[in-house]
């Protein structure tokens, strides 16, 4: 900050440059006081009051924040006057330096401290928090969380539904037949191919016996 050659705090004074450009954007309007402090500006649609004197503008910008709006920059620019003047003193590179400018005194060590006649300053009393006390070790925001508790084994195990017996799902999503209609369907099943092979067996006996006639 020392090597800054301007007056006003760099990013103050971007802001302000930007509130200089934008002020082309509005026409001011003189209102015919002596001081010439009392202004109106428009951009064609909508108008703000600024007093210069008292450094406030309708729009709230100029009391807020101490940086004169691209409102109140039109109508100092009317008065062929600097807006830079009108930035509050809290920006300004001295003030910014004042603030750093005193240094912290130093102190002795503990031996050559005064002596005092009075009772010693102790910590507080310590009271046990209230809950079942932690035993677990406090670990660091880098360390890899620990897989071998009982809720991280339940989190890999894969779900069975209890419905159709299948994995990866529960019996509320289940969308298949359940374990009891399976086995009524392989059950029918298997009386379909039994009665087929007794068909077969029959035929087969038939045709034997005419042959044999």
């Known amino acids: 900050m020392l090597r800054y ?14 509130a200089k450009k934008d002020a082309n954007n509005w026409s001011p309007t003189w209102h015919g006081d002596r001081e010439y402090a009392h202004f109106s500006v428009s951009d064609g649609s909508d108008m703000y009051v600024i007093n210069v004197k008292e450094r406030t503008c309708s729009c709230r910008r100029w009391e807020l924040s101490g940086i004169p709006c691209p409102h109140a920059v039109a109508a100092i620019y009317y008065n062929s006057q600097n807006p ?25 060590g503990p031996k050559l401290w005064p002596e005092v006649n009075l009772p010693p300053i102790l910590p507080p009393p310590v009271r046990r ?43 509320r999503t289940c969308k298949g037949k359940t374990a009891a209609d399976i086995g009524q ?29």
Not at 85 to 105: C, G, P, S
Not at 134 to 153: A, F, I, Q
């Open 84 to 108: 830079d003047e009108y930035v509050a003193h809290w920006y300004r590179k001295q003030t910014f330096l004042d603030t750093y400018d005193n240094f912290i005194m130093p102190s002795n």
């Open 185 to 213: 369907l392989d059950l029918e099943g298997t009386r379909i191919i039994l009665n087929f092979n007794t068909l077969r067996l029959q035929m087969h006996m038939v045709q034997t016996t005419m042959l044999i006639l």
């Open 5 to 18: 050659s301007g007056d006003i705090c760099p990013m103050i004074k971007k802001i302000l440059d930007k």
């Open 129 to 171: 928090a209230p809950g079942r006390p932690k035993k677990l070790r406090r670990k660091d925001n880098d360390e890899p969380k620990s897989t071998t508790s009982k809720k991280g084994k339940r989190n890999q195990e894969t779900m069975r539904c209890t419905r159709c017996k299948e994995l990866g799902h529960n019996m």
